[in-house]
């Protein structure tokens, strides 16, 4: 699909919906009144060390319980509820997708401030086998630093859990869908899913060009 819609532009509606995977949510979307197009948003962040340039130098998170050496690693992103993007009915989409970011970061990677905080522009679209026509997902690329100090807090985070795992089992299942922070290398963390290497390819293209 070469159109990518814009879901900034003024006049949408937006709603929320239940969708076959997880029929116990409503998920945010942004519909065109006239040409149709629905688009779920979704959002990915890149989340780098203070002071280092290396654009591949990204903290990633790995899916809960899984083996390390399998490709169940990714950067933290999730799709947008309807309670968090129907909560705020007079801000922009970029700051609903912003707000949404910190708090998908917080509870996958566990870090709780982000510096920089910057919308790429970068946009992934595409269409779930279960859509149906004139339906889409949108994940929107922003990216970050982080202070070695709140990295160091998030691991020990994670090292109490999995120290703990009565303890992590009973967290609510947004905060324990990941279970171990690292720095992306592409032969250590590989990536998990359908969509994250597109991601990794999308983001590391356009920093590297």
Known sequence: MSQIFD????????GAERLAFAPHKRYFYVEHPTEGWK??????????????PDPKRFLVVKRYQAQPNGAVWEPPKGQMEGKDGLSHPTWSILDILTENVSREVEEEAKIKKI???????????AQEKDYPPNTYFQYHCFRGTVTAGEIDNALAEFEWLNEHPKAFARLRKDLREKDALAWFDPKRTKMMGKWSPSLLVLYLREQMS
């Open 39 to 52: 688009v779920f948003l979704r959002a990915c962040t890149f989340l780098h060390e203070e002071g280092n």
């Open 115 to 125: 510096d920089n905080l910057q919308y790429t522009g970068l946009v992934l679209q």
């Open 7 to 14: 879901v900034h532009q003024p006049g949408l509606r937006r």
